[in-house]
């Protein structure tokens, strides 16, 4: 058997039980894993459904232009969708997004306008604005508008609603989910509900977004509202997909515990998905007192860890946020481990050969170069011996003749994996400023110590 497109493989996507992660949690609890997608993401699924449905009502016209707002999956699966139908691609997102979710948007010949997360939905420079702008001044054009288009939601009940309930045999008894535009939740929840009305759907928002408040107190708060760096869910409008009367409850995770949650389901339990569902999984975590041994709990996963390898897979990202506690070495462990060991330099006034037995007198291979106190090169015992080589006469020149640029820069949080990856033949230093603005030099010879020692 085989398949006559690409897009013939969305869907049945499978259901898989958590093990180690949910250890002590009653009941069953099972991931929909939905990164089989070719796209993936389960945003492959209501992608080819809006086509589809804009292609019947004459809005999409052979050779027309795709424009769309997207985080990302969307766009790969509308992208995906344009390369087997044959239309062009334009999407806007926003600079919160990851620099691999753009790359991969335009692996598929689809262009990628990069728009400011923190403007309202009415700015002009929202990623919002600018595509329904780009969707009036593009002749033979539309605009998948995701958040609204209720086609997203139809996909959901016509599909994922679906297989859940076949995969798990009408057992289940919670639906778990982030909430971005609201379909997969608004439409898998509404047909499951339809089986079993006592089924309860739980959306998971993010801090920084309105729904949970608005579910709760029918208030759309502004106040509410501000930056957040979890990807996926949460918003600051209301969507028309997202169906409050489907949704029996919201759960905010914060950024920190989804990013962590994020690592943890790949290192636990082997599934390498995305930010999303570290926060879907960790929310219900914090619902699990409403659970007992006869729940069958299915977390929708959105998508591929792919997309997250320079932010939630990124360890660096991480320490930069205060999400990651020192549990690897770091600059400033480095530093302690060692102690203080005063950085020696050369003034760029000095001769080559004085710079040279300076070097010789205390045992060192490399050795910065300032001026005015100021870092501006490096010289190594090679730079010093190449340049007598080829002219014997530099030795009473100044050192700045044959330096050579400075050694790079790190701050305290670096980690030893970052300040190893700089450290080569032909780099074989770092510096560091410490918390009282003293500059100090980071050799592999104290990474080696600093590593033997811990």
């Not at 449905?53 to 344009?82: F, Q, V």
């Not at 994922?160 to 309930?165: C, D």
């Not at 990856?421 to 592999?444: F, M, P, R, W």
Request: aromatic content about 8%; charged content about 25%.
């Amino acid at each position: 058997m085989w398949y006559n497109n690409i897009l013939e493989t969305i869907g049945n996507t499978p259901l898989v039980r958590l093990n180690d992660i949910t250890k002590g949690v009653k009941g069953t609890i099972l991931v929909k894993v939905e990164t089989t997608n070719p796209g993936n993401s389960i945003k492959d699924r209501m992608a080819v459904k809006m086509i589809e449905d804009a292609e019947k009502a004459g809005l999409l016209k052979p050779g027309g232009t795709i424009i769309e707002g997207t985080s990302g999956n969307t766009g790969m699966g509308l992208a995906i969708a344009a390369v087997i139908k044959g239309y062009k691609c334009i999407f806007t997102t926003t600079d919160k997004q990851s620099k691999e979710k753009i790359d991969a948007l335009r692996a598929f010949g689809a262009q990628v306008i990069v728009c400011p997360t923190n403007v309202d939905p009415e700015d002009p420079r929202s990623y919002y604005s600018v595509s329904s702008r780009l969707e009036r001044e593009i002749p033979n054009s539309w605009k998948a508008n995701q958040y609204d288009n209720l086609s997203n939601t139809q996909a959901h009940y016509e599909q994922t609603g679906p297989e859940i309930w076949e995969q798990t045999e009408g057992r289940i008894t919670h639906l778990v989910a982030g909430v971005g535009t609201g379909g997969t939740i608004s439409g898998a929840g509404r047909y499951l509900k339809e089986k079993n009305p006592n089924i309860q759907v739980w959306g998971i928002d993010s801090y920084g977004s309105v729904f949970k408040k608005y579910k709760e107190t029918g208030i759309f708060d502004k106040e509410e509202i501000y930056p957040y760096s979890t990807e996926g869910i949460g918003e600051d409008f209301l969507p028309k997909n997202v169906d409050f009367d489907v949704i029996d409850l919201f759960e905010k995770v914060t950024d920190k515990d989804a990013a962590l949650m994020t690592r943890e389901i790949a290192r636990r339990e082997g599934i390498f998905a995305g930010n999303s569902a570290g926060a879907a999984v960790a929310g219900l975590l914090q619902l699990r007192e409403r659970l007992d041994e006869n729940s069958v709990v299915v977390i929708i996963l959105h998508d591929h860890g792919s997309r997250y390898m320079g932010k939630m897979y990124n360890e660096d990202w991480l320490r930069e946020r205060g999400f990651l506690k020192d549990e690897k070495l770091t600059a400033q462990a480095i530093l302690k481990k060692r102690g203080d060991v005063p950085i020696v330099t050369a003034d760029v006034e000095q001769s080559v050969i004085e710079t040279f037995n300076l070097m010789k007198t205390l045992n060192i291979s490399q050795i910065p170069v300032t001026q005015q106190g100021m870092v501006i090169g490096k010289v190594t015992e090679a730079d010093i011996l190449h340049a007598l080589l080829e002219n014997p006469s530099l030795k009473s020149a100044g050192v700045e003749e044959i330096c050579t640029p400075p050694f790079p820069f790190v701050d305290l949080r670096t980690s030893i994996d970052k300040i190893s990856s700089l450290i080569h033949k032909d780099n074989q230093a770092v510096l560091v400023e410490d918390e009282y603005g003293k500059i100090n030099i980071i050799t592999q010879y104290d990474i080696i110590n600093a590593i033997s020692g811990y």
